[in-house]
């Protein structure tokens, strides 16, 4: 029974997990950057590299390369990159090259795929911003009202206390004047 229990446990845990919504999130991230990065490519191969051709007069950026061994068909006499002997091909040999080119084409697509997730970034960022500032001001003007409420208070419970002090005051002087009165009236009843 506790197996059952852990597995309810992990199942229920992974539901939450995937209900939050960040797996989807990312998911979705990872399906349109996997698009943008061929729309990325594809910008590269037929619209950078064909206008570089232009200036390197003998192809495009894949054409640029180091053969450190050209390829070699069946039969055909090559020197052995091992022996430094001349021989006769038993089989197909490979080109051997350094793909400067290729590589160039790679640092490109990073280099695009770089600055566009930069400037979709600035762009959320700089939305953020404008609603956190509008979220701040609307926090502050409400910490203002808030404030101006309480001082108001504050000034109502002042003035209120200054009038129960006045009305105080007047209490006690009316006191004091019927004590004299009082003392009066009694001086002049013992002198009749």
């Given at each position: 029974?506790a197996?059952?229990k852990?597995?309810?446990?992990f199942?229920?845990?992974f539901?939450?997990?995937v209900a939050?919504?960040?797996?989807?999130d990312m998911?979705?991230g990872v399906?349109i950057?996997?698009?943008?990065?061929?729309?990325?490519?594809?910008l590269?191969?037929?619209?950078?590299n064909?206008f570089?051709a232009?200036f390197?007069?003998?192809?495009g950026?894949?054409?640029l390369k180091t053969?450190?061994q050209?390829a070699?068909?069946?039969?055909?006499?090559?020197l052995?990159?091992f022996t430094?002997?001349?021989?006769v091909?038993?089989?197909d040999?490979?080109?051997i090259?350094?793909l400067w080119?290729?590589?160039l084409q790679?640092i490109i697509?990073?280099?695009?795929v770089a600055l566009?997730i930069f400037?979709?970034?600035r762009?959320?960022i700089?939305?953020k911003?404008?609603?956190?500032?509008?979220e701040?001001?609307?926090?502050?003007e409400k910490?203002a009202?808030?404030?101006?409420?309480?001082d108001?208070?504050?000034?109502?419970?002042?003035?209120?206390a200054?009038?129960l002090?006045a009305r105080?005051?007047?209490l006690?002087?009316?006191?004091?004047?019927?004590?004299?009165?009082?003392a009066?009236l009694c001086?002049?009843?013992k002198n009749?």
């Amino acid at each position: 029974m506790a197996k059952s229990k852990k597995k309810s446990g992990f199942i229920s845990d992974f539901k939450k997990f995937v209900a939050k919504g960040n797996i989807i999130d990312m998911a979705v991230g990872v399906v349109i950057g996997g698009a943008f990065g061929k729309i990325v490519t594809g910008l590269v191969n037929y619209i950078i590299n064909p206008f570089v051709a232009i200036f390197l007069q003998k192809g495009g950026l894949d054409d640029l390369k180091t053969v450190i061994q050209p390829a070699v068909t069946a039969g055909e006499l090559y020197l052995d990159r091992f022996t430094g002997k001349a021989a006769v091909a038993t089989e197909d040999i490979a080109e051997i090259s350094i793909l400067w080119g290729t590589w160039l084409q790679t640092i490109i697509d990073f280099l695009i795929v770089a600055l566009c997730i930069f400037i979709v970034l600035r762009v959320i960022i700089k939305i953020k911003e404008r609603l956190n500032a509008k979220e701040i001001a609307e926090a502050e003007e409400k910490a203002a009202a808030d404030k101006a409420k309480a001082d108001a208070e504050k000034a109502a419970a002042a003035e209120k206390a200054a009038a129960l002090a006045a009305r105080q005051n007047q209490l006690e002087e009316s006191l004091l004047n019927q004590e004299k009165l009082l003392a009066e009236l009694c001086q002049i009843m013992k002198n009749k």
